[in-house]
Each structure stands twice: as C-alpha cells, then as structure tokens.
C-alpha cells in the first residue's frame, strides 16, 4: 500500500512505529470522589487501574469503569447517570476534557508534574531525574454537576467522534490547502476510520487512513516551491499515492508547553536548502528560550507518545509515523536537562 | 500590490491593536462599521497568544419572527398573538463574552462566544439561537434536543454565507470551552471583497487599504450571520 519508492525495509519500520503508537497504552488510577459516594455503598473497593490505549477517548472507557467500578461500588438503588459524570486529576483540581486522546491527557499530565517537581527541587536535573516516569495518571471520578464552564462536550462516543473528525479534517488543511482528501473519501469510509480507531483494529484504521495520512516518500529534489518527485510529475489529485510527507505546505503539529496554551505554526517539511526540518530546526524556532542555539545546550525536552524524542529525527517523517491518529503531531515540552 | 487572503500573527497583532487604539470621533464612513470597544489580552504566561475581548449585554426578547414548527411552542403563526405570548427566554436580560483570537490553521480571525442569562447560566444551543444574537431564523432539528456541539446556520439568498458552522471549541490561549463560528471559508470571502474595494492598493497600514479595512470587512462579513452592533438592537432580527 505504500509508495514504491519507499524500499521495504524503510516501509517496514514506517509500518512498525505506527503499530507502536496504535497498540501504545498509559496507565491511569480511577477513583470515586467519596463525598458523592451514598451511604449503601461498597467502600473497600477503592482504585480501579487501566491500561488505556493513547488513540482512545475516556468517553469510550466509560462502559467499563461503569462495569469494573461503580456499578460494584454503588448499591442497586443508585442510578447512575453516565451522562453526568466528569473527571478531575486527583490533587491537582484541573477537569479533564473528553475530547483530548488519552495519550495526550497522560503526556501533558506528565510534563505538568515535571514543571511542578522542577520547581519544588530548584534544579534542572539530578540524580533522580527521570522525564518520563511511568506513573499512572490519578484521575477522581465525579458523579454529578459537571462544571459546563469547563467542559463542552458531553461524555459520549459520537462528540468524540466529531472532534476526531474535525481534527483529521484540519490536519488535512493544513498540509494540502483544502480538505478534499478527507472529504472525498466515501462515508462509510470516514466512519471506517472511527470504528477502526474505536474498536483498535490496526489493519481496518490504516488501510483507510494511509488516503489521507502521507508515508514519508524521500524525495532528495523536492522543495518547497515545486512539488515535482523527481522519478515522476506529482498529480494533483487527492488522495493520489504522488502524496508525500515531504511535499506537504506545512506539517500538521503541535507544541504544547508546560501549563500553558498550544503552539502552532506553519512548519515546512523541507528548510530552503532541501534539508528536511528537525526536531531541534523546530523547537530552537520556537522555544528559543528552552532551546537556544548551540553551543549552549537545551533546558528542555520534547516528548512525542510518551517518548523523548532525539533532535535529529526529521518533523515530516515524525508526523507520517508517530502522530496521533488525529494527524497532528503533539509535542510536550517538559522542563530538565536528559542526557 | 494585492490584499492577501490570509493574516500572519503580526499582521493579526497589528490589526487588534489598531481597532483597540481606534478613536472614533476620527473615523470615516467606511470604517464606522467596525464593533467597538474591545480590550487585548495576552495570555497570563506567554506571549503571542493575544486576542480580542469584550462582553456585551442586552434585553433580549427573543425572536419575532414566526417560530418554524420545530420550536416547542407549537407553531404559532400569527405575529401579533406571538408577540403576547410570554416564551422561554423572553425579555431577558443576556450577556455575551465574545473574543476574537487568531486561527492557527485557516491564518485568519475566528470569532468565539459564550452567552449567559442574568445569574450567570450558560444559555443552551436551543436558546442561542433564538435571541436577536444570530441574525437569522435558525430551525434546529429534532436531533438537536440531546446535547449538541455545532449547527450549520442558514445561507443568506445565493451568495453563500462563508462562515456557516456554528460549533463547541476550546478557545486556544484561554483553554475554555465556547461556541465559535468556523473559519475555514473566512480567507476566500474576505479577499473577494477587498480584491473589489481595494484591488491593486493593498497598503497594509493604511487604515482604508489595509490590515484595518480587511479586519473591517471581516467582521462585516460575521455581522451578516451575528448581531455584532455594540449597541445590540434589542429584538430586531434579520434587519
């Protein structure tokens, strides 16, 4: 399915770190705030640990915790209303949205808590740092009164579905211009692509993402300017398998900085020599403060799907490969020195 | 030289400012369009997140057309008994935080809102688009009784309203959830008028040529679907 000038071995592991983002899981700790707990009910059951996928939406675990959690927490006289629960993470107070990937909830969790350590402890790294610690995401399960100033969606599959959408939708934008790619796929295909996603079937997702999610095809003479592979002229039409990572007029990514809002700008795949944009190329443009220029060395690091991510790997072939299934390629800038 | 069809941040930056420090007693017809009274703000940390703020506040007594048969109230044709009839919403006092902020994706400005009632309850979709708010009768689906995060808002005549969704969104520099109405037909729309008004005298800083006159012809392109006047009409809708 791939472009025939991608040698099999490059396709292999374009196909292998896909399959690592699409099977990747966090763990996440789930209690029920017990003020709201009515007085019949079973207390001895106090957490309730998952191994969540990073492509999924908390709204889609819901029938699980409702099955492994409150059901056997809350007696058979309590109704439980789905619709009104909500989650906050435990101790630190800020509502979790239902419309983020849990991949990104737990990243930024992660980057969050490393700002928090780094301030309590005065230095930029130490013996014990460590930037990706795998410790759950503690999250506190709320009954009723869902603060609607903080969240906008309601907890079901199909606002998340929409907002999926609408994220593929933008990404698709963002590379090409207009949204044909996406839209011009049939509708039981765009719904493939969510239930391909919803019922974690690799084969299913990809078969038709790869339409509209382009394979990092090397072109050594593409530019910016002309789109022109140099083995054949690049047809215009949507969907055609000419699409590269590299030709793309900017790449769909995201920089999210600890505790603050989401950067982002246009980012071409290729700089004006034809050298393909690095990691480093866009974090030293855009956060030149945690990443200044060399010889000075970076204070900061740059997560992607919980991973550290090294400097050299080129933006174009990281977006084809370890974005999230939504197309947008996120970032988490989390404060210390790694080695 | 051309207007462009897309904004940088600058360029955007420039442009807010420019409406913020706007003395009106100074301006001219063509710019008196513009809504006032907005503030800039940047975001508590970092730069280059700025937008627009402001809220505006009204007695609003909801719509005065005839209800499309959807509405609950069962249809009521008649003008002058609907306009006795007391309706949910009606002669209330609303206020609307509205922001102007800057699209990353499409480059260009994209409008977002949140409205309350009096004591401070969010108003439902169903109620939004009832007041004097959106110009335009808006029927809303039966699917529309459970929560709903966007709805297409109607076409004025031929020319297509270039903006037409309206839907639930996280405000990028702030994080909180609004309505906002979509950008992604904004660029086209915008450069149609001013390729017209302007043509080949695109001169960023003046403020008839300008980034001035693009910001301008962009909010009167939201006022066709939005009642963005700074002294709300009251009821009139669709006027």
Known sequence: ?????????????ITLFRRLVFDGTVPIEIKIDLKELPAN???SLEYYYIQAPRISYLPLLLPDIKRHLAEIVLDDTATIKEEDWWFEETGVGNVIKWHWPIGSLYDSHTISARVAATVASTYLNGPDFDPTPAEPLRLT?????????KLFTSPTAEACKQAFMGQIKEADFLRWGNTKRVTSLRKQDQDGMWEGLRDHNFEEFWRIASKVLPAPTVHPTSSPSHHEPHTRSQSTDPGSSHDSAYTVRSVPVRIHLPDGPVLQDIVQPLSEDGRPTTLRDLMRAHVPLLFPPPPSAPLAYAIIQGVVTPGDAEIAWLNSTLAGVDGFLSIFVGLGITN | MRSPATLTREQFDAACRSLVELDISGVNGSLSYLPLNWMWKEHSKYSGFGYLYRT???????NTEPSSSELDNGGVEDFEDRATIPMMGSSSQISIDQYVVFSNTFRVPSFYFNAYYADGTPLSLLDLVQTSFMRHTVSIPNACTSPSQSILLPQIGEDSVPFPLLTRGDHPTTGAPCWYIHPCETSAAVKELMDEIVGDEW???NPEKGLLRWFGLWFMVLGSVLNLVSLPFPWARGL
């Open chain 2, 203 to 205: 001169d960023e800083t």
């Open chain 1, 41 to 43: 009910s079973d207390r």
């Open chain 2, 56 to 62: 505006v506040s009204f007695q609003d007594r909801g």
């Open chain 1, 1 to 13: 399915m791939l472009n025939a000038n991608i040698s099999n071995s490059q396709s292999a592991a």
């Open chain 1, 141 to 149: 399960l709320h009954l009723a009164s869902p603060p609607n100033d």
